[in-house]
């Protein structure tokens, strides 16, 4: 879970108040006042979201809630779907609600920071600020509930070292949050540290951090990976490598390690049939979701694959189903007009 305040970091790191609370003792633990256990709507939502069929997830999740309108877990699912399509406005109401349901939730506010953030990124400079804040208070909230809630210690720690004090950031805050995180789970630590060094552009220390975290084995797949990314834009082959090990490991069925294991025979020049078919695993297999390297990015890398094989049509054709997905994508278009030029 990421969030950010500067644009040199994914926006979803970046930061109203709920609805109206409704009395904790009217409520069963699970958030919802009748009990019942999901009905089908909600099984077939959760199916269609795993599928990356977003559009089917929310119409059947509406179905679910019109029979359980008090039921959390409905709502957070809806929030993280509308999330995930790019729907801001809709995904805040839906884990506002959650939170309102069960305040006392630590996924729930931290899921309620995250939309916040996300919304704050596509928004007007005064309202980002407003909306930013609200997510650091989030994210604070979510701590508070669970300091072993890992993500949303990251998602706070992140805040704090890329926002500025105006949004409520601020390094100095970060040091002793990171401190504590450390002495819960130093792997943790590590990688906070080092994400932070990351916001600061400190990248000698950041792979320092990230380094150390890596050789104390994280339990968490999402932060794994997220060196991965950073390991993937700084082209660390061997750091890759890791990454695609580890995660094998922890997740045997998440397909990003087909990724980075290509990416980094890619950069090493070595096996590239094997990248290729590591590259086609990945397209096939992966969702289209948030913290998995989309269709553009694995175009990208199959382009320079190409390239390296001194296959300049093929290179030609991936870069331009790359730069068709994602327009802004600077490198890409670097990458043709130099490959046209020859």
């Known amino acids: 879970m990421r969030v950010t305040f500067v644009a040199e970091v994914n926006p979803i790191r970046i930061a109203l108040l709920a609805v109206l609370l409704l009395p904790a003792a009217l409520l069963s633990p699970r958030g919802a006042a009748d009990g019942v256990r999901h009905d089908d709507n909600f099984q077939a939502a959760h199916e269609a979201y795993e599928a990356s069929d977003y559009a089917k997830a929310a119409r059947l999740l509406q179905l679910a809630i019109e029979q359980h309108p008090r039921d959390a877990e409905i709502h957070l699912l809806l929030a993280k779907t509308y999330y995930e399509s790019q729907r801001y406005d809709a995904a805040v109401a839906s884990a506002e609600k959650a939170v309102a349901l069960d305040p006392q939730s630590s996924l729930y506010h931290e899921w309620l920071g995250k939309v916040y953030g996300e919304k704050a990124s596509h928004a007007s400079m005064f309202s980002a600020l407003s909306l930013a804040k609200k997510a650091r208070k ?104 890791i990454v695609a090990e580890q995660g094998e490991t922890i997740a045997p069925s998440d397909p990003r390690a087909l990724f980075y294991r290509a990416v980094s025979l890619i950069i090493k020049n070595e096996r ?64 043709l007009k130099r490959l046209k030029k020859g």
Request: proline residues 5%; negative net charge.
């Open 138 to 241: 989030e994210f604070e909230k979510a701590v508070e509930l669970d300091e072993k809630n890992f993500s949303a210690n990251q998602a706070l720690i992140e805040f704090d070292c890329s926002a500025p004090s105006i949004a409520g950031g601020g390094e100095d805050k970060a040091r002793p949050e990171i401190t504590k995180l450390a002495s819960l789970d130093p792997a943790e630590g590590h990688y906070a540290a080092g994400n932070c060094r990351r916001q600061k552009k400190d990248f000698r220390a950041a792979d320092a951090e990230f380094a150390q975290a890596l050789e104390l084995h994280p339990n968490s797949i999402e932060l794994l990976y997220d060196i991965g990314d950073y390991a993937m834009k700084q082209s660390k082959a061997e750091t890759l490598a």
């Open 272 to 335: 590239l049939d094997d990248s290729e078919r590591l590259l086609n695993q990945y397209l096939k297999r992966a969702p289209l979701r948030t913290g998995f390297p989309p269709p553009w990015r694995v175009h990208e890398w199959m382009g320079r694959l190409y390239e390296n094989q001194q296959n300049s049509q093929a290179a030609i054709q991936e870069y331009e189903a790359a730069l068709k997905l994602e327009p802004k994508n600077k490198n890409v278009r670097e990458a």
